[in-house]
């Protein structure tokens, strides 16, 4: 199993994974132009892919799941809160698969995991995926860790984890106080601290690759994101990979 990032951040999400002949995406908070774009970088367009599973409804993640999914008439799998919360915004998706927060599903040679995650969203999940002998953990958009998180997460071969502010930085920088207090809130986004924290409750030991992702390009700084998950896992810090939001990151594999 595989999987890269097309863009990581406020501006916009989409995570891709691969197993044999399954490929998946992982939200779309990008245009059609943009994620066509994206796609290409990669040497693929939206005809390869089987399915597109949404985290929740926010701009940034399913902004542009409807207008590729009907465009290329694929399969999105969602919570019913989200695909409420999209109907009342006008994104409308022809093809449809609801799924439960806690019950897995599979998509031709992959299987999810969904888990429910505190986020200011109608009802966010994010997702452990396995092709049977990979397991890839995905955490983005949660305002704290739970232990239900940790003992989702715990055993994965890789991890792409929200480590979206420095809290001083963003305690001290420019936004009003309202988006201060709603990103540092429980529903939020994980501070690096708070990520460090679940990684040292998590069970790590099969842990391949750990990409920080959604980091803020007001309140972070990839090199303190990266200071502060090396510190949990005890690793060098050039081990800690970065989702940007331009470039994402291309192919990781997991052995």
């Known amino acids: ?55 929740h409804e926010h701009g940034d993640h399913g902004g542009g799941v409807a207008m590729l999914a009907s465009r290329s008439d694929i399969a999105v799998y969602l919570t019913r ?36 995650v505190p986020h200011d969203a109608r009802e966010p ?6 092709d049977g002998a990979a397991r890839l953990g995905v955490l983005t958009d ?15 071969d890789a991890l792409v984890l929200e480590c979206n502010h420095d809290l001083d930085m963003l305690m001290g920088g420019p936004y ?37 992702a959604h980091l803020s390009q007001t309140n972070n700084t990839p090199e303190l994101a990266r200071a502060a998950i090396a510190g949990a896992l005890g690793c060098a810090p050039e081990w800690i990979g970065i989702a940007t939001q331009d470039e994402g990151f291309s192919w990781r594999e997991i052995r």
Do not use: W
Not at 100 to 115: H, Q, W
Not at 142 to 156: D, F, K
Not at 186 to 191: D, E, M, P, T, V
């Open 1 to 55: 199993m595989r999987f890269a990032s097309l863009g990581s951040g406020s501006k916009g999400n989409a995570l891709l994974v691969e197993s044999g002949d399954t490929r998946l995406l992982l939200d779309c908070g990008f245009g059609l132009a943009e994620i066509t774009v994206r796609l290409a970088r990669l040497g693929l367009d939206a005809s390869c892919l089987d399915a597109i599973i949404v985290t």
């Open 81 to 116: 809160g989200t695909l409420s919360a999209l109907g009342a915004e006008g994104r409308s998706i022809p093809r449809t698969v609801l799924i439960d927060p806690y019950t897995a599903f599979a998509v031709d040679g992959i299987e999810v995991r969904p888990y429910p």
């Open 125 to 130: 999940v994010q997702f452990v995926l396995t």
């Open 142 to 156: 949660t305002g704290q860790p739970t232990p239900h998180i940790a003992q989702s997460l715990s055993g994965v």
């Open 176 to 212: 009003p106080a309202h988006l201060k207090n709603r990103i540092a809130g429980r529903l939020g986004h994980l501070s690096n601290a708070a990520s460090a924290e679940l990684v040292r409750t998590m069970d790590c030991t099969r842990l391949q690759h750990l990409v920080a």
